[in-house]
């Protein structure tokens, strides 16, 4: 079974703080997505990674695909309450690519 | 910008109705996408569709069927709705047939009572 595992599930932190949250898996994929979705709303793309190894920023999010295409990373750095959401990883599995595989998500809390 | 539209935000139902959660998408996208969201469970693909009147069903097809007569639009149909479809609804479209990346609506949150 191909499974993108996401950790930590729940996070909370103070503003201004930095932190990494994980998108793993046993596969290999073609690629890799990050979605953040604000409550009651639809999950909005931020990123898309191709290639193994690739580090992508956005502002103060940075992004990692790690070398064996199997697994990504989100920093954030100096976090803001308008960073609070849940965040997906999603990607379709290498050979595989009209089924897109999507992580559980970690819902990300703010504090002000 | 695309624009992925549902019709409802909020739906509530009887068990035992016809359900009909329709979803319009602006960008002239080939590939269009049901999922429902529960906690614990994530997103969970129902049905999807590369083509008008073309449908292929996803992970958690039963109790539901779609409807493609048009490009822009895609509906999702509960035939027979009970409670165990109370449920987060979002419909997303794709310009490429992955699926990658995918534009979603705000959602439909349906309760069915």
């Known amino acids: 079974t191909q499974l993108l595992e996401q950790s930590p599930q729940f996070l909370s932190i103070q503003e201004g703080e930095n932190l990494t949250v994980y998108c793993n898996s046993s596969?290999?994929?073609?690629?890799l997505q990050w979605y953040r979705q604000e409550p009651g709303e639809g999950p909005v793309l931020l990123v898309t990674v191709v290639t193994g190894g690739e580090v992508k920023k956005l502002k103060r999010l940075t992004f990692q695909f790690g070398d064996a295409r199997k697994d990504s990373s989100l920093h954030i750095t100096a976090a803001q309450p308008g960073d609070t959401g849940l965040y997906l990883c999603?990607?379709?599995?290498?050979?595989?690519?009209?089924?897109?595989?999507w992580g559980l998500g970690t819902s990300l809390a703010v504090n002000p | 910008d695309v624009k992925v539209t549902q019709s409802s935000r909020y739906l509530v139902k009887r068990t035992g109705e016809k359900v009909f959660l329709e979803c319009v998408q602006d960008m002239d996208h080939e590939n269009m996408f049901w999922y429902r969201q529960d906690p614990g469970l994530g997103l969970r693909l129902i049905y999807f569709?590369?083509?008008?009147?073309?449908?292929e069903k996803g992970d958690i097809p039963e109790g539901y069927s779609v409807s493609r007569e048009k490009k822009e639009r895609f509906s999702l149909i509960l035939e027979s709705a009970s409670t165990n479809q109370t449920s987060m609804y979002l419909c997303a479209s794709s310009l490429y047939r992955t699926g990658v990346p995918q534009h979603f609506g705000d959602g439909t949150r349906l309760s069915i009572l």
């Open positions: 569709s590369y083509d008008v009147k073309m449908k």
């Open positions: 596969s290999v994929f073609s690629s």
């Open positions: 999603a990607g379709p599995p290498a050979g595989n690519n009209r089924k897109l595989i």
